[in-house]
């Protein structure tokens, strides 16, 4: 197996930098575009095993990418949940019945994820047959406070503004919220790994929307316990998992010592520095701005090195970007990237 | 005059801290939305003198707020310069020509502030007559950065494809719109504080939606050009400075150095941390959650001491939201803000 990419969240010497792009299974591809108009819509998609199978090995034909992702979707425990998740074209993700009081949250049922969520673990058994070992297999889930944005908000939000309420004036609900989405995403993950994962990942793309204390006792804390947890169950303890916090640049330190093997950072932090602060805790993603890829080939080259030298020499370093690749992204500028990162990296 | 807020830019000894609200004159006061109503919208209120100095002394009638901000908007300047700016509620800014090509951004003018912008000068002195000293008086523009990204895309933006296009495809261009900008953004606030204006802000809103390289060259560069200029020009000399990058958290040491007097903070960056890098060299301004004024008046009294205590003892504080007040917010919340803050903080 290619294990570059494992190696490297380890910060064991590799032969070049790995690197995998989150969201590379997705609608910058036009046979994932393909597979999605066969499949209806993103949600049918997600819950098709043999499909998100297919379209999670899609990129890899294409690109020499280092890991393979699960292509699924973040809202899908509340999902399971019975909140009722649509995912529509341009409109984002809406839940029918949104949490809004504590009498919603503590009715909320805990998930079974083996069953419930049934679908991903088959299609990580699947993708791990189809990989056949060629790359490692990435789960994910989102973060609990992430979770928690949508299912409170109902949708996508800009002023998070019932999450936060609920936060600011019934901080016990917002706890228990909490405390019920750590335990159902730790399933989630465990059952992820039993199924296939060879590596986690937890997406907190709302962390970086909180003054620091709520940071750290609404988000953190709560994918702190998730680590904890993961490394104390056998199943997954040697599963090196990674934190994602986007906007969370002020935080490394804090995100570092969670017991994380590895924290993606956005492209507003220089490699360099967050090394600096905390390479020698952890190893770190990322972290190209995504919307270099519309450039031409050369900047997308040029900036690719500029990141590889803003790391520096040794290893510890997946290649990635800040955020997911946009859905208007020509498909060639990927492999300039990926091809870069290879050439220019070599050890 | 009240003069907290001039020495506490200053890192000056202060009775108790002051305090102001980014968009104090704004929709949230019922006495602002009846003078917009008869304006007819928003940009015909910025350019009425009589009603943009009405309005800029609302909130200080009903708080005791330690200064004034000149009611107008952050894209005077791109409007001044021809691109036909439309402000709609609910839409938010447009222009109706946006720069895309070299062409553009060559033909486009310089601004002569003192004539095209009279009407904001207008408005500084006739508040600072209606003031008469009781407060200080603000002047403010958008950052050349972040006048550019809305010139560039047309209006707001998410992914920010074309004005970072230019950045990363036609570095010149963008080189070139920097400069025009910065020389018209100097001399519209010079022309403010000939005007009457005792303290400047420049809003750099977007500034953190650029990588580290990016940012220097292209949003930090030109502010510093800014500070740089006023500071050497006579009629500026000893005018206080605040940049404010919306996002910047890992950037402070960086902006601390730019010769500006005060760096403003969004709600994510701890005030503590923040004064322990930058604090031997700037003041600091900032920085409540603004959802905080959604929750009851005891959390944000509570807030409100939180924040204090995480500044700690000592000058150099401007207590102010992270970024502006939300339209919903009840008015009695800022009471409560505005009153904890100074009761909490005498010296």
Same mark, same amino acid.
Request: aromatic letters at 10%; glycine letters at 22%; a negative charge.
């Given at each position: 197996m290619k294990n570059r990419y494992l190696r490297a969240l380890k910060r064991q010497p590799v032969d070049r930098t790995p690197i995998w792009i989150m /969201?590379? =299974?997705? /609608?910058?591809l036009p046979e994932y575009r393909e597979v999605r108009k066969q499949a209806g819509d993103f949600l049918s998609l997600c819950k098709n095993p043999e499909l998100a199978c297919l379209v999670t090995l899609q990129p890899l034909e294409r690109f020499d990418l280092d890991a393979a992702i699960i292509f699924s979707d973040i809202l899908t425990i509340p999902d399971a949940m019975g909140l009722g998740l649509t995912l529509e074209e341009g409109v984002g993700p809406r839940f029918n019945s949104p949490l809004r009081t504590v009498a919603d949250i503590r009715k909320l049922p805990e998930v079974d994820a083996e069953t419930q969520l049934s679908y991903v673990m088959q299609a990580i058994a699947m993708a791990r047959h189809e990989l056949a070992d060629r790359v490692p297999l990435i789960g994910f889930s989102g973060s609990p406070w992430t979770l928690a944005t949508y299912m409170v908000e109902g949708g996508s939000s800009k002023e998070f503004r019932y999450v936060k309420g609920m936060m600011h004036d019934q901080p016990d609900s917002a706890d228990l919220l909490m405390q019920k989405l750590t335990r159902s995403v730790t399933d989630y993950l465990c059952a992820q790994v039993a199924a296939g994962a060879q590596s986690l990942m937890i997406f907190? @793309?709302? %962390?970086?929307? &909180?003054?620091e204390p709520d940071y750290v006792r609404f988000s953190l804390e709560p994918m702190t316990r998730i680590v904890q947890n993961l490394k104390s169950r056998q199943v997954a303890s040697n599963i090196p998992i990674t934190l994602f916090t986007k906007g969370g640049g002020n935080w490394l330190e804090m995100i570092a010592t969670s017991g994380c093997d590895a924290v993606g950072l956005d492209w507003t932090v220089s490699l360099a520095s967050a090394r600096s602060r905390v390479g020698h805790l952890v190893a770190l993603q990322g972290n190209m701005d +995504? @919307?270099? &890829?519309? =450039?031409?080939e050369d900047k997308v080259a040029s900036e690719a090195i500029r990141i590889l030298d803003d790391y %520096? #020499?040794?290893?510890?370093h997946v290649f990635n970007l800040g955020h997911g690749i946009h859905? %208007?992204? #020509? +498909?060639d500028r990927v492999r300039v990237l990926v091809d870069t990162v290879h050439r220019e990296s070599i050890r």
């Open positions: /969201r590379q =299974a997705g /609608r910058y907190d @793309t709302w %962390g970086g929307v &909180l003054a +995504p @919307t270099v &890829l519309y =450039a031409s %520096g #020499e040794g290893d510890g859905p %208007g992204i #020509e +498909p």
